[in-house]
């Protein structure tokens, strides 16, 4: 049987707007939000979103409160790790 991550989800979009700011969406997820291994790069018009988290649509719902979100990816990394599709 395989170990339990703490977290499931890979989670991973851009997200185009204006005025965004990195550092500030960083911290608001890092504040807000339960997970782990989080990258938030980029610039003011654009932003590459990493979180692994259990509540994939709280990143997302967050994210598009920033501006328009695309290349959305969700992954199950548990069902990765017992070998399994998807």
Not at 21 to 39: A, K, P, V
Request: negative net charge; proline residues 1%; hydrophobic residues 40%.
């Amino acid at each position: 049987m395989t170990e339990q991550l703490e977290f499931k989800f890979d989670c991973q979009m851009l997200i185009a707007g204006e005025n965004l700011d990195e550092d500030e969406i960083f911290d608001y997820i890092t504040e807000n939000l339960e997970g782990d291994s989080l990258l938030a790069v980029g610039d003011e018009d654009l932003i590459k979103i990493h979180f692994h988290s259990n509540k994939p649509w709280e990143v997302l719902e967050y994210a598009a409160s920033l501006g328009e979100i695309h290349d959305i990816v969700v992954e199950n990394m548990q069902r990765q790790a017992e070998g399994l599709q998807g």
